[in-house]
């Protein structure tokens, strides 16, 4: 845990890291002018922290998109962190803004399609940080944040407040010395609004970084040290509180979930989460990463052979089971793995079972059409030629001269045994978590 940073208890003994001077923002809506802000001042020293509450069009909300380097004042200075952002043009704030502020929003604003860790490494990607140190500061942000054990999870693998942790990550990850916080409980129920605001007031007080959240309820805004209230875009009132709620102790008050209440029954929304697991796809992915590991392994039994001067047609019946072991061993590692990365979560137990299953239906549909042909004697000339070291090739040729029932039947049995086989080890060598 960090130590926490001792700051002077007067925030007017403080350098200020966010100075608004007489600031206006007027908007052109058509039919005449909207003043969203009327001469704004305001000082916010670091460590602060700081709500802003107003009711919808109390320009609480222009306030944050100038705070923010995301629009320009029409009037009046703003300074951040010491410089004059206030007149600078679009792509000098957005530098600024990349260094000096991380953002946090109701709506999460996760990429979908990637891990948690993936989407707190995108600040830092934009920097042109290197892959290695993305990685390691990534990481670091997630555990500070409590999700050390689930950077691997896309964010629909997440609850809510979860989701907003990994954005508060990723607010983190660059080291600002201020969070702008957009209705961050917004979307969240009492209790995990607690758990974020706790996690807020932990940054402000052990790493001393200036907090300042925009809200419309009291309730969330007692947690400040300071309330900022707007309406018609002036400042109405600004209050220092002394003792402001202490959202962890408050955390600790709330009551757990009821046991039938339908938000805390962990057993049914445990249940409820393996079921939509399973139901998923298996991306085709993985199924081309087994196909070319299978084939890679097989590629080294034929070079161990050919170095020791024998043929694949001459290979004894031990050396066509070692060979198709090894690539059965090296597609199911491969596959698990691959899995795990793109879901974000080890195969479940169905997974494993359409997983087998379709990959053995899928290269075995061409070996069977195979075995079909050399048993009633066709393309046996084609077979031979393509003898290599294969099991297949040896089921043909026990096979050859059998009716067709019998040949169905004993290549049904070989690729049951075969799907379950695949099964068990893509389940033994698969990752564990």
Not at 21 to 32: E, I, L, R, T
Not at 49 to 73: E, Q
Not at 116 to 139: D, I, M, W
Not at 191 to 209: D, H, K, P, W
């Amino acid at each position: 845990m960090a130590a926490a940073v001792s700051l002077p208890t007067d925030p007017i003994e403080r350098e200020p890291i966010v100075d608004l001077s007489h600031v206006s923002k007027d908007y052109d809506a058509g039919g005449g002018i909207v003043h969203a802000m009327r001469d704004v001042s305001l000082s916010i020293a670091r460590g602060e922290f700081v709500a802003i509450v107003g009711t919808s069009g109390s320009g609480k909300s222009t306030m944050m998109n100038i705070l923010g380097c995301l629009d320009r004042p029409t009037h009046g200075t703003y300074s951040l962190a010491g410089l004059d952002v206030g007149a600078r043009a679009s792509d000098s704030r957005a530098i600024v803004r990349n260094r000096v502020i991380g953002f946090i929003f109701q709506g999460f604003n996760l990429l979908p399609r990637t891990t948690a860790l993936e989407n707190c490494e995108l600040p830092l990607q934009y920097r042109g940080v290197g892959a290695r140190e993305r990685r390691r500061r990534a990481t670091a942000a997630l555990q500070a944040v409590g999700l050390g054990e689930r950077m691997d999870h896309k964010p629909n693998q997440l609850s809510g407040g979860q989701q907003q942790r990994v954005a508060i990550a990723r607010a983190l990850v660059t080291d600002p010395p201020l969070l702008l916080a957009d209705e961050p409980t917004g979307n969240l129920d009492t209790r995990t609004s607690l758990e974020v605001l706790a996690l807020l007031q932990r940054l402000n007080r052990e790493r001393g970084i200036t907090v300042v959240l925009v809200t419309h309820e009291r309730d969330i805004a007692a947690c400040a040290s300071r309330v900022v209230t707007m309406r018609d875009g002036r400042i109405v009132s600004d209050v220092v509180q002394d003792a402001p709620l202490d959202a962890a102790a408050e955390l600790e008050a709330v009551p757990p979930p009821d046991a039938g209440g339908p938000a805390s029954q962990p057993e049914s929304a445990h249940t409820d989460l393996a079921v939509r697991r399973a139901r998923m796809p298996v991306p085709a992915r993985v199924y081309v990463s087994m196909f070319l590991a299978s084939r890679l392994g097989l590629a080294f039994v034929y070079l161990l052979l050919a170095l020791a001067g024998v043929a694949h047609a001459d290979a004894k019946l031990g050396l066509v089971v070692a060979a198709h072991a090894l690539g059965l061993l090296a597609e199911a590692r491969r596959g698990a793995q691959v899995a795990r990365k793109r879901l974000g979560y080890p195969l479940t137990n169905e997974q494993r079972l359409r997983l087998a299953l379709r990959y053995t239906l899928g290269t075995g549909a061409a070996a069977a059409a195979l075995v079909l042909a050399v048993t009633f004697g066709k393309l046996f000339a084609v077979a031979a030629h393509l003898g290599a070291v294969s099991i297949v090739a040896l089921l043909s040729d026990h096979l050859a001269g059998r009716s067709a029932p019998v040949s169905v039947a004993a290549y049904a049995v070989f690729l049951a045994a075969l799907v379950l086989l695949r099964y068990l080890l893509l389940a033994l060598l698969g990752p564990r978590r």
